[in-house]
């Protein structure tokens, strides 16, 4: 069966260290992945997509590796602030889908300590 | 950036009755907007796509009698819960990809909160 997992596990970690998040797919060819940030009660908020053809993407403090031999994704976040406390969804779009949707994975929820 | 606005952002209503939930993209044309329903600490559940001027499909094992999808204009989908009852209780949200840009991402509304009592 097709799956994306995430660790379900909340991630507590220090102010100023790197985060690492896991997102693994199975059964799925993804086009693309992408990450996502929500806040209790909010609607997700885009941050980056990483294409299939693509091994890493960055956007300021955040970096994202795409391993489609390993059908892994990576997330992290440095020098990690308070602020970043938050869960974080990745979602891929199947090569098969023929549309833009996108299946999400469960969210890892990050707690940054101050 | 892209802006979707959902409304009501939380809604409480009796059983038996029928509620509606706009999501509207402002400042862009959405021909597909996507609704997703979450439970507390779970992901985003699609439910359906919704097609601007067409019918929205449905995914599997989602009611399509019970969540009614309207996409009349390229900016506003609505969701009608009929006959809601408690199950029916969620958060509900929606998302659109802004075609123009070329983009891939979504834009999520912020979500509408609905209570079934």
């Known amino acids: 069966s097709q799956k994306i997992e995430q660790n379900s596990e909340a991630l507590n970690i220090q102010e100023g260290k790197t985060a690492t998040l896991t997102c693994n797919y199975t059964?799925?060819?993804?086009?693309?992945l992408q990450w996502y940030r929500q806040d209790p009660g909010r609607g997700p908020v885009f941050l980056l997509l990483i294409r299939e053809n693509e091994k890493e993407k960055r956007k300021e403090r955040l970096k994202v590796t795409f391993d489609t031999t390993l059908k892994q994704s990576l997330f992290h976040i440095t020098a990690s602030q308070p602020a970043d406390s938050a869960t974080y969804l990745c979602a891929l779009r199947p090569f098969t889908s023929g549309t833009y949707k996108y299946i999400f994975g469960t969210g890892t929820r990050l707690k940054v300590l101050a | 950036g892209a802006v979707v606005s959902q409304h009501p952002s939380w809604v409480i209503c009796k059983s038996g009755t029928s509620v509606k939930i706009e999501c509207r993209s402002l400042?862009?044309?959405?021909?597909?907007m996507f609704w997703y329903r979450q439970f507390p600490k779970q992901s985003l559940m699609l439910m359906a796509t919704s097609n601007e001027g067409s019918k929205a499909t449905y995914e599997q094992g989602v009611e399509k009698d019970k969540f009614l999808i309207n996409h009349a204009s390229l900016t506003l989908s609505t969701l009608t819960v009929t006959s809601a009852h408690p199950e029916d209780s969620s958060f509900y949200i929606c998302?659109?990809?802004?075609?123009?840009?070329?983009?891939?991402?979504?834009?999520f509304g912020e979500g509408s909160r609905l209570t079934v009592l």
């Open positions: 400042d862009f044309q959405a021909t597909t």
């Open positions: 998302s659109a990809r802004d075609r123009a840009s070329g983009g891939w991402e979504l834009f």
């Open positions: 059964n799925y060819s993804p086009a693309y």
